[in-house]
């Protein structure tokens, strides 16, 4: 499997992002809250549909645009091991917008695991990004 975000795998309808607020459920963290909505279609496997969130709180464009292409980096390195038939609401808080991106995709990884996003919930550590998203600086 491609190591992709394809549109296809994203959320994008205003009705989509509404049911998993209403349907799903939450976990919140210091950076972010995942929101999930497990068992969309039951009769065929499709990936997990991923939405991701930024608002004018938490920054100005370019932050906004900065934490938004770092959780969809967290998002596209660990779809292998993501559950089917789910859709995924990343919210950025806040304290995303001056978090390094290990701290963002481990604290992504906590909330994965406790929401049952995973495949096979292990304690191993999650592919870690090339290090050109390690810094603020992009």
């Not at 499997?1 to 509404?18: C, D, G, N, Q, V």
């Not at 459920?25 to 210091?30: D, I, K, L, N, W």
Request: charged share 25%; no cysteine.
């Amino acid at each position: 499997m491609a190591l992709t975000f394809p549109k296809s795998i994203r959320l994008s309808l205003s009705s989509e992002f509404l049911r998993v607020k209403t349907e799903g459920r939450s976990y919140s963290g210091r950076h972010m809250i995942l929101g999930i909505l497990k068992n969309i279609d039951t009769q065929t496997a499709s990936p997990t549909k991923t939405g991701l969130i930024t608002s004018r709180r938490v920054g100005g464009a370019v932050v906004r645009n900065r934490v938004r292409r770092r959780f969809r980096e967290i998002v596209r390195l660990n779809r292998p091991a993501l559950i089917s038939n789910a859709w995924l609401v990343v919210i950025a808080r806040r304290a995303a917008a001056d978090a390094s991106f290990a701290d963002l995709q481990e604290e992504w990884a906590r909330l994965a695991r406790k929401a049952g996003l995973l495949k096979t919930p292990t304690k191993a550590p999650l592919p870690s990004a090339g290090s050109h998203l390690e810094s603020p600086e992009e």
